[in-house]
Structure formats: C-alpha cells, structure tokens
C-alpha cells in the first residue's frame, strides 16, 4: 500500500484515459483499474470528488500503475493482471500471468452444480452436496472457491500440475476465507486424489480445450500473456477432456457427477466420448448465456 494525494491521482488518471482513447482502448479501463487498485467508487470517479482528498491508499506505487498501463496499451497486457485481481462470481480472486483469468462464462458451471446436486436429490445418499468434490486444473482456485460457497458441508479437492497456480488458489482461498473447506494438491489432473478414489461426488473442470493451432490466433490479450499451459489442449483441443472423461469414473462414487467445460463446437465429440465410455448416464449438454453449448454433464451409473 502507498498513498498518493487526490490531484496526483486525479492527473494520473487524465493522462491515462487520453493514452487509453488514442490507444484504441476504453477508458472506462482505467476506472475499473482504479476501483480495484484505490477502491473508488463509480459515483467519485465520475464526479472526480476524490481530487480534493489529500491522501488516498492505492496497492501500487503510481509509477509501477504507469508502467503497467503502457504494457495495457502497447502490449494488450490484459487489464485483470494489471490490476492484480479479477472479479469472479462473489469473489475478486488474485491473479497473476500463472494463471488463466478466470472467465464469466464458466460461473454458470457452479449453478450447473448446484442443480445437478438438486436433480438426485431423492435418488443419491448421502446426497452428493455433502461430499468430496474435485476441481481439477484449478488454476486461480476459482472453481473450487465456487464449490465450496454453494457447498457448505462438502471437502474441495483442487489439483493443478502448476506449483505457482497451487500457490495463487492457495492465496485466494485465504482471502476469500474458505481455506477450511478446500485441500490443494500439486500433480496432474487425478494423480494426487488416488485415495479417493469411487468417493468423489462430484468431478468438476475447465480444462484447457483450445486446439494447438488456434491458440496463436485468440485475442492478443490471450495468447500473448496467459499461460497456454491452461489453453493448449493437444492438435484437436480435447486431450485433457478425454483424459478426464476416461479417469473420472474409477474416482467418482456411484452417482456421482462430471461436469467439464469446453469450446463452441466439441459438444458432439465430447458427447460420444463419455456414451463409449460406457460407466455414464444422463448425459446432457448445456449451453452458456450465451448460447454455446459449453458444458457436458454425466453421471456415474
Ligand atoms: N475460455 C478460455 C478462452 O476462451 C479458454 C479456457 C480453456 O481452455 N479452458 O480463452
């Protein structure tokens, strides 16, 4: 924490929206930077009242904002890891370039979780929302802080081969104050939960499903400064998909549910993955708010 007064901010602030506008960016960035980095609210920001204040707390120094917000304009440095945080769900999750940003399409996979829970809930015991659930790649920990709000009586497993990932989730869950609920383990995918195995209520995972080849070509912001270690997912983008479709019933109890996230246009393939497999049943898509089909769900029978 460092303290600036309100008219450094406040000129800070000018020069960064005019760099912005004739970056090609929307100023309206450097608002959000500022709500997250100084905690002002729309209302000041938009009224400038905080220019007569004499001293405001910000998390980084100015000089370290200024040099951040060039790495915005001339390098599409995305804006979450300027400012060190991303909002997620209930949640402003810390977030470095070790992990993927979290996304607000992949919020809905707890609600799916909730209502996947909620579908069984005469058929399963004990029900599946006081078990063990793993979330696998957890990269931030976003997943597993999701599963633990919704899930008050269940333990979290959260896996990642990411030591630095395993350390952010770790912070997040700390601030977020959810760290009772949630073990961390360092490995790949299922490898460190062998002692749960035919326990797990529930396997949930954003997985990284971006085709080799297209990863070059997303958004600068992506491919450029997130880890394609969260991205990649091999020369058809679903080998971590199949990999987690073919492991995840020796972990899951008989009952239990997958959820996995993918991309725009893996729906059919993912689909027959998990018939093949032969161990699901119920299997169901779901589309995003937008309307992709972006989720399979399938149950252990
Ligand atoms: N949804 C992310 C993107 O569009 C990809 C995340 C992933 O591969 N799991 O960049």
Redesign the pocket.
Known sequence: MTVVSGNELWQWRRVARQNAKAGGISPEEVDWLLREVAGLDKLVLRWESFKERSHIQIERPLSELTQLWQRRLEEKFPLQYVAGVAPWRNFSLAVTQSV?IP?P??EYLIDLSVEACRDRIDSVSPPLQKGHWADLGTGSGAIALGLAEVFKEATIHATDCSAEAIAIAQQNAWRCNLNNQIKFYLGSWFEPLSALKGQLSGVVA?????PSAIVPQ??LE?SRH?PHL????GPDGLDCIRHIINTAPSYLRSGGVLLI?M?AGQAPLVCEFLHRHGSYNSIKICSDLAGIERFALAYRS
């Open positions: 993927l996304r399409e992949t954003n997985p990284p499903y971006i997303l958004q992506v997130e969260a991205l990649d997912g996230e991309m």
